[in-house]
């Protein structure tokens, strides 16, 4: 299971109670299946959504290993021993292209977990062992020549194999266009099957210990973890230092300087800004009706409701809501028992909600990181310039609302979009996550938004972007609507059919797209 907040609050947004309260469901969690299912995984500490988010490796681990520690704080609060629940805590990492660096972050990371445990007094040795799921990475992969995916992919898988991991996810190679189709998916699941069982790289541990490069590296990685984890400690441990905003602003620096290099040219993606084809290819891409998903499982429920016994249901999610107010017994517990009556995962939310309040933020803006990851680039001037010129004729800087709709908590796009628009000189608004297109609409007429950029990669888009349309004119706002994110290409017509000016996929430059947008908002002195 997961149940890892605090990356959460850090970087993938699907929490939903405060901090403190979201924390004891964690500590609630861990105590639950130390004492009832001993052999379970009751937490996957994530670094893979960290990485996924723009964290270097570095950042990434030390991050990673410091919400290990607050966990294991957390579950000591609680009266728990240490030995009842270490040797199942689980982490989860990410795995890029670097190779030989996600190698070394792997090995480094068992060294660093048993020296942070050391602080606990463990005696059990297995405490004291990081055991790790690795994941291929999603943001490595590109819609342009998708078959290069997997390439990447095998590469990644084979560095997560010779860095000593547990288990192993292989991403699909069309996963930058679409949810993957059975094709696609039974490659990734055959990319490790032939690595595991035809390899014989699995038959040898740590085959790489030993080379002086890969021992420098994790010996270095050690050294520069060890520092920033001390740094964490040092503002009070993650939870303190989330709230000060401190690995966000870093996270978001290291995307920003990554962003750039591409951009740049610096560092090469093939297919993208170096060795492009004529022709990306058409690949088979899955296709999912949203809305009928959304009606079978309203009717489903339906049923569900039907056959229970209501009073039952209510006395069940009475007690849940009544352990989270007094924090007198479990929170698992309650909730398992309110699940046994046929009370509904929404159910058992909203009587947690109920006792404890929502946790609302609005997403910060990180002002100057792309300016200075793209320093004095020629083509950052440009689009600066033209935007300058703009706020000459019209008295203001050219407006942009960067929306986030339906259940999608995806938004390291958003965010490289909102911050790069922020610092070429636009004004930028980046809407709160899960927005309704109604809301959304609703927001764009009060801030009188030049343009709407939707961002989505849940694959909601023929679902939400035509809500939104009609919302606009609804409203009679007419701002320029635009897209990015994961967008099938059979499908651009059917959004541009919609009223939406143009669609940017991933690895879209975004001083291009900028400048593409500009030459869209109409101006009374243009």
């Known amino acids: 299971i997961q149940n890892d907040i605090l990356k959460e609050f850090m970087v993938r947004n699907t929490y939903i109670y405060p901090p403190a309260e979201s924390m004891r469901i964690v500590a609630d969690v861990i105590g639950f299946c130390a004492d009832h299912m001993p052999r379970f995984n009751s937490i996957s500490i994530s670094g893979y959504h960290m990485q996924e988010a723009g964290a270097d490796a570095v950042e990434e681990l030390a991050f990673t290993l410091a919400d290990g520690l607050e966990y294991v704080r957390a579950a000591l609060r609680t009266g728990q ?165 401190m690995p966000m602003r870093r996270i978001e620096e290291s995307s920003a300087r990554r962003q750039a290099r591409v951009e740049r040219g610096e560092d090469t993606v093939v297919g993208v800004n170096k060795y492009r084809p004529e022709d990306d290819g058409q690949v088979e891409a899955l296709e999912i009706d949203n809305s009928k998903v959304r009606d079978a499982q309203i009717e489903r429920l339906a049923e569900v409701r039907a056959r229970r016994d209501q009073a039952t249901v209510d006395r069940a999610l009475e007690a849940l809501a009544r352990v989270a107010r007094t924090r007198e017994g479990n929170l698992l517990g309650a909730s398992i028992e309110a699940a046994e009556r046929r009370a509904t995962v929404g159910e058992i939310s909203d009587a947690l909600e109920a006792a404890w309040g929502r946790h609302d933020t609005r997403p910060a803006l990180v002002p100057g990181v792309y300016s200075s990851a793209y320093g004095d680039h020629e083509g950052f001037r440009v689009v600066r310039d033209e935007i300058g010129e703009f706020r000459d004729l019209e008295g203001r800087p050219p407006s942009v609302f960067v929306v986030k709709m339906g259940q999608d908590g995806h938004d390291r796009g958003a965010k490289a979009i909102s911050n790069a628009f922020n610092d070429l000189g636009f004004d930028v608004e980046m809407s709160p996550l899960f927005l309704t297109p109604g809301e959304a609409a609703e927001r764009t007429g009060e801030i009188g938004a030049d343009v709407v950029g939707i961002s989505t990669l849940a694959g909601a888009h023929k679902t939400l972007v035509p809500e939104l349309m009609d919302s606009l004119k ?29 669609i940017f996929g991933p690895g879209t430059d975004i001083l291009q797209a900028a400048s593409a947008i500009m030459k869209m908002i109409p101006g009374r002195n243009r």
């Open 474 to 502: 609804v409203r009679g706002t007419d701002a320029v609507v635009v897209c990015g994110g994961v967008i099938p290409e059979r499908d651009h017509q059917f959004l541009l059919d919609c009223g939406v000016r143009a």
């Open 81 to 245: 021993d240490v030995d009842a629940f270490a040797p199942r805590l689980s982490f989860f990492f990410c795995i890029g292209m670097n190779f030989f660096m996600e190698v070394a972050k792997l090995r480094a990371a068992r060294i660093l977990w048993a020296e942070l445990m050391e602080q606990f007094d463990p005696k059990k040795p297995a405490s004291s062992m990081l055991r790790m799921h690795c994941q291929t990475s999603g943001v490595s992969l590109q819609a342009q020549d998708p078959y290069n995916n997997v390439v990447r992919t095998t590469i990644e898988a084979l560095a997560g194999v010779l860095g000593g991991t547990q288990s192993l996810h292989t991403n699909s190679f069309d996963e930058a266009i679409a949810l993957p189709t059975p094709f696609s998916a039974r490659i990734a699941r055959n990319t490790q099957t032939i690595i595991a069982e035809e390899s014989q790289i699995t038959r040898t541990v740590d085959p790489l210990g030993g080379s002086y490069f890969v021992e420098r590296l994790t010996a270095d990685m050690v050294e520069a973890a060890r520092r920033l984890i001390e740094e964490v400690e040092q503002l009070g441990g993650m939870t303190a230092a989330i709230a000060q905003g």
